[in-house]
C-alpha cells in the first residue's frame, strides 16, 4: 500500500504534475465531444427518423460506437445517420483508442519507466570521502537536522534500506546511500571511519546493533535517538556516545514552561559558565514593569536577551513593558539566577497543571513536575502499559466536561501532548475558551503546525521535530547542553579573525546579520562578559554568543567565514 502510495506520488511531482493537467484538460475535451454526440445522436434520430431516445441511451450508443464495439441494437437507416455514426466511430478511434494511450505512454508510463532505470543508488562512497555524517533513520527529526547541515554546507549522507525512500529523497536533492546498515562491508564502503559523526535515529534493538558494528570498524562518535529510557545504557554499552533521550527532553520542556515556580529551575541551555533561562514574567514581581523599572540588571546582573509573546520573539528595550504572559530569556550565571531567585523568592499560591495526553511525552513531563513538586492531573483515553508510576484520569480531553471535571478552571498550567497535532489544536482553543488565564504550552508533531498551536490560543508550542534537530546539530557542535525556543538560537562561534581589534559596533555584526550578540567568553577567564557594550573591543581569542533566527544564524555564516 505504502509503495503504491509512493508510485502514485511520483505522478504529482515535478514535469510528471504538469503533464497531470494536460491529461485531465484532455479528458475534459473528450468528455465534452461525447456528451455533444449524444446530442447530435438524439437530435439526428429523431429528426431523420421519428424515434425518440433517452439521454442515458444517447450516451450509451456514444461510447459503445466511439470505442469501436458496435453492437448493432441502436443503427440509424438513413444516408445521414450512416455518416454521422462514420464520423462519431473515426474520430473515436483517432481521440480514444490511438491518441489518448500514445498521451498516456508517452507523458506518464515512459518517465516513469526512465527514470526507475536511470537510478542506480548509491551503494558505496568515494573512497576519498571523509568529515561527513553519516545519518541512519530519516524522520521529521533527522529531516530538520538534513535542512540544518544543508545550510551550513556540512556534508551528510542520508542512509536507508529502502529502495523507495532513497530515489524519492535523491529526487529532493538529498544524498543517499542504500543498504542494509548493520553489514559491515557496506558501512566500510561508507568510510565508515573517516566520517564525523554517525547519527542512529532507527529503532532501539536496530541502533544497538549498529553501535556494534561500527564499534567493531572504527572509533566513530555516534549519537543516538533512544525510543524507550531504559535503553540509555545499553546503546552507550554498545558504543553509543550519546545516547539521546528526545521524549524526556521534550516532556521537560514542556514541564518548565507550563510552571511559574522557582527560577533557577528554568535554565534550558548553558555555554560554560554563561546560563539562559526562560521564566514566565509570572513567576516574578515585575508584571506590569518596564524593563527599566524593573531593574533586573542592576539587582540580580542578568540581562534579558528577548521576551517571548505568543509565539513572537522580541528583543526588549529599557521601555518594553513585561506582561504577565510573557516569557523572559535571560542571560547570566548561575549566582545570578540565584540573585534572580532570592527577588522573586518560592511562590506560594497553588499551581495546579493538567496534562493532556499520557503518552512518553506527557509521563516525562508529570515525573519532571513530581520532582518539583507540583501538583498535577494527567487525562488520557487510554491507560498506560508502560508507566508504574502515574494515575491518569481517563477520558477523552476532546470532551469539554472531562476537561471542566478534571479541574480546568482551578488550573494555573495545561500542557497538551497528545501525538494528533489536529487534537492537539482543537484542545488548545477548546481550553483557552474555557479558563481564559491558563498558561497553555503545546506539543506540535510536525513543525508546520506550530503557527496553528499559538494562533489557537497556545502560550507556547515546543516542536518535537525542530527540538530533535537542535539537539542534534548541539552534539555535532560539541555542544554539552542545548538551548531551545521556536525560531530563535543562542550559538557559539569562534570570532573570526576579521573582526580581532574592531569594537562591537564596528563589526556590524548586527546591521549585517541581524545576530546580537548575548556574550563574550574570554580565554582564561571564567566569568563570561554578559551582554557587552558596543564599544568593547573584540579580542583575539574571544568566544562569540550569539542570538538570533536560524536565518540569521546563516548570515552570520555566510558574512563571517570563520
Ligand atoms: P505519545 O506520542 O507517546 O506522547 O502519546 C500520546 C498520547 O496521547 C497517547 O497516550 C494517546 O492515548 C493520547 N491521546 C491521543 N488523543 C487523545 C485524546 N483525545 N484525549 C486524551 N488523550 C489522547
Ligand atoms: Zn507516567
Redesign the pocket.
Known amino acids: 500500500m505504502k509503495t503504491l502510495a509512493a508510485e502514485l506520488a511520483f505522478f504529482l511531482r515535478g514535469q510528471a504534475r504538469q503533464n497531470l493537467k494536460l491529461l485531465i484538460l484532455y479528458c475534459t475535451f473528450l468528455l465534452i465531444l461525447v456528451l455533444t454526440y449524444s446530442g447530435l445522436f438524439r437530435f439526428l434520430m429523431w429528426q431523420l427518423e421519428g424515434r425518440e431516445y433517452s439521454f442515458l441511451t444517447g450516451l450509451y450508443w456514444t461510447v459503445v460506437a466511439m470505442t469501436t464495439l458496435g453492437y448493432g441494437d441502436i443503427t440509424f437507416t438513413s444516408e445521414i445517420g450512416y455518416l454521422f455514426s462514420t464520423i462519431v466511430t473515426l474520430s473515436g478511434v483517432v481521440f480514444m483508442l490511438i491518441l489518448l494511450p500514445f498521451g498516456m505512454i508517452s507523458l506518464f508510463l515512459a518517465p516513469w519507466i526512465e527514470q526507475r532505470l536511470r537510478y542506480r543508488p548509491t551503494v558505496a562512497l568515494p573512497e576519498d570521502t571523509q568529515g561527513h555524517i553519516l545519518i541512519f533513520g530519516f524522520d521529521a527529526v533527522t529531516r530538520a537536522l538534513a535542512r540544518k547541515l544543508q545550510n551550513r554546507r556540512i556534508p551528510f549522507v542520508v542512509v536507508t534500506g529502502d529502495h523507495e525512500q532513497s530515489l524519492r529523497l535523491e529526487e529532493e536533492g538529498i544524498r543517499v546511500a542504500l543498504g542494509n546498515p548493520t553489514d559491515a562491508q557496506f558501512l566500510r564502503n561508507l568510510r565508515v571511519a573517516a566520517a564525523r559523526y554517525v547519527i542512529a535515529n532507527l529503532s532501539d534493538p536496530e541502533n544497538t546493533n549498529l553501535c556494534l558494528t561500527v564499534r567493531s570498524l572504527c572509533e566513530t562518535p555516534i549519537a543516538t535517538l533512544v525510543g524507550q529510557l531504559e535503553h540509555g545504557e545499553l546503546l552507550r554499552l554498545a558504543g553509543a556516545n550519546h545516547a539521546i533521550a528526545l521524549?524526556r527532553l521534550l516532556?521537560r520542556y514542556l514541564a518548565t514552561r507550563a510552571t511559574t515556580r522557582g527560577a533557577l529551575a528554568h535554565v534550558l541551555d548553558s555555554f560554560g559558565h554563561l546560563q539562559i533561562a526562560e521564566i514566565p514574567v509570572q513567576a516574578t514581581p515585575f508584571a506590569g514593569q518596564t524593563l527599566a523599572e524593573a531593574r533586573i540588571r542592576q539587582r540580580t546582573g542578568l540581562a534579558v536577551i528577548g521576551l517571548w509573546e505568543r509565539g513572537r520573539f522580541t528583543t526588549p528595550d529599557a521601555a518594553t513593558r513585561l506582561s504577565e504572559k510573557a516569557l523572559m530569556v535571560l542571560a547570566g550565571t548561575r549566582e545570578q539566577l540565584e540573585a534572580l531567585e532570592q527577588v522573586t523568592g518560592e511562590e506560594e499560591a497553588e499551581d495546579l497543571i493538567l496534562i493532556?495526553?499520557?503518552?512518553?511525552?506527557?509521563?516525562a513531563a508529570a515525573s519532571f513536575l513530581d520532582r518539583r513538586p507540583v501538583p498535577f492531573i494527567l487525562?488520557?483515553?487510554?491507560s498506560?502499559s508502560d508507566c508504574l508510576d502515574h494515575v491518569a484520569v481517563i477520558?477523552?480531553?476532546?470532551?469539554p466536561h472531562?476537561l471542566r471535571e478534571s479541574g480546568i478552571d482551578q488550573a494555573k498550567g495545561l500542557i497538551v501532548?497528545?501525538?494528533?497535532d489536529s487534537?492537539n489544536i482543537?484542545?488548545t482553543l477548546a481550553s483557552r475558551h474555557l479558563n481564559p488565564a491558563i498558561r497553555i504550552v503545546a506539543?506540535a508533531?510536525r513543525e508546520e503546525n506550530v503557527d496553528q498551536l499559538y494562533a489557537a490560543g497556545a502560550d507556547f508550542v515546543i516542536s518535537n521535530a525542530s527540538v530533535g534537530a537542535s539537539i542534534l546539530n548541539n552534539v555535532l557542535e560539541g555542544k554539552e547542553s542545548i538551548f531551545l525556543t521556536e525560531g530563535i538560537n543562542v550559538f557559539r562561534r569562534p570570532l573570526p579573525p576579521n573582526l580581532i581589534g574592531q569594537s562591537i559596533a564596528e563589526s556590524r555584526i548586527r546591521p549585517l546579520t541581524g545576530c546580537s550578540i548575548v556574550a563574550l567568553e574570554r580565554e582564561n577567564v571564567e566569568e563570561p562578559l554578559v551582554v557587552p557594550p558596543p564599544e568593547t573591543i573584540l579580542e583575539k581569542g574571544m568566544g562569540l554568543i550569539l542570538i538570533g533566527s536560524p536565518e540569521q544564524e546563516e548570515n552570520f555564516c555566510r558574512n563571517f567565514r570563520g
Open positions: 521524549k516532556g493532556l495526553g499520557h503518552g512518553r511525552i506527557g509521563c487525562i488520557d483515553k487510554q498506560s477520558g477523552d480531553a476532546t470532551s472531562v501532548t497528545t501525538n494528533d487534537i482543537f484542545l506539543r508533531n
